[in-house]
């Protein structure tokens, strides 16, 4: 993957890896929302000029408590005060953070983005990323943080200014806000000159709760627009003595002609083919043409079945990889196994899907797709 050639200060600890530019901005890895959310579009002031001075920013209150977050509630518009106190009163919600959310037109990307309260919305994020204040005053700032496979793989260099949303926005950092599906944050206020809705978003910190049963139970009581997603989905492991099931023959076999049909296709970060891909995009196009419906990014496809052993893999078995190194236990690449020590996969930009070797640097676990 590129490297972005400016300077950089690396803040460094057991989990997290936070890149500053210099002139501050942040960015963190995460990826598509629901499909509810749609690119916001805004008209263009791309030719206007700045103003000449720059309004003070308050600065950011420091960590007082931390707290992660396990679902995220979201609707196309600005979510009622009925929607908000049911969430907030049902058993097993702890806390909720209110914040805006849109898939945002970025240098000619649909970036999953989401406005926040600097001050607020750090309690949510991993430990090392919360304790991070230049990280949070650089966002209160006006600048962006992007995710890992943005800033690489999605080309939003560190340091430079990008459009987005008819506006200039600058990429100034790199960070995990161990949020899978976000790619970009920004502070409200940058939220708002971009045009995103409202507050049509809740984060909801549940830790003494199971989110799959959460999930169900918040699914029944809100209206059906509002969707809720598990940010942290558990994989299902294998029960000893047990071989799960697989796919029928013939699914495997339509899974595998259907990806290989794709041989030489362009990697493109956040694409979802039929003629570019990346990695988590080609899988689930390839099983979407067996007729199985698969989730879009690589943590929660590593969710979507039991883990076998990977001595045991299978060809059409989905292998995982951890390579993120700002959010290291982050799931960030996955391949479709090919069968003889091969898997075929999406690599990387500037690359093809391909047939390779697979390989165990890094490897996060294998999974098996075993719908019915």
Not at 31 to 52: D, F, H, I, K
């Amino acid at each position: 993957m590129n490297r972005s050639s400016f300077p950089v200060i690396f803040l460094l600890s057991a989990s997290i890896v936070v890149v500053l530019a210099t002139g501050v901005v942040i960015l963190s890895r995460m990826e598509p929302l629901p499909e509810v959310l749609r690119p916001v579009e805004r008209p263009s002031t791309m030719g206007r000029s700045n103003p000449a001075t720059t309004p003070a920013v308050e600065p950011v209150a420091p960590l007082k408590r931390h707290l992660g977050a396990h679902l995220l509630v979201l609707s196309d518009r600005t979510l009622s005060e009925e929607v908000v106190a049911s969430v907030q009163g049902q058993a097993g919600v702890a806390t909720v953070e209110p914040i805006d959310a849109a898939r945002l037109t970025i240098a000619g990307r649909h970036v999953s983005t989401v406005g926040v309260d600097p001050s607020s919305f750090r309690s949510y994020t991993p430990g090392p990323t919360a304790r991070a204040d230049a990280l949070w005053q650089s966002i209160a700032s006006g600048d962006a943080a992007v995710s890992f496979s943005l800033g690489t793989d999605g080309g939003l260099a560190l340091g430079t200014s990008v459009s987005a949303g008819g506006q200039k926005l600058r990429v100034g950092a790199v960070a995990t806000m161990g949020l899978g599906v976000i790619d970009a944050v920004v502070s409200t206020d940058t939220a708002r000159r971009l045009g995103l809705p409202q507050k049509n978003a809740l984060l909801v910190n549940a830790p003494r709760t199971n989110s799959a049963s959460l999930k169900d139970a918040l699914s029944r009581k809100l209206p059906r627009k509002v969707q809720v997603v598990v940010l942290k989905p558990a994989f299902t492991p294998v029960r000893p003595g047990r071989s799960p099931a697989s796919l029928s023959e013939d699914r495997i076999r339509t899974v595998l002609t259907a990806t290989a049909s794709k041989l030489g296709a362009p990697y493109v970060w956040g694409a979802e083919g039929p003629d570019t891909f990346d990695c988590s995009g080609l899988i689930q196009w390839a099983f979407g043409r067996a007729g199985i419906r698969l989730p879009r990014v690589t943590h929660q496809q590593f969710a979507s079945g039991p883990q076998v052993p990977f001595a045991e893999m299978r060809p059409g078995d989905l292998i995982f990889w951890r390579l993120d190194p700002t959010n290291p236990g982050y799931i960030s690449h996955a391949a479709i196994y090919w069968g003889d020590g091969k898997m075929i996969q999406a690599p990387r930009t500037g690359d093809v899907v391909k047939i390779v070797s697979v390989h165990t640097r890094k490897l996060a676990g294998v999974v098996r797709v075993a719908h019915s």
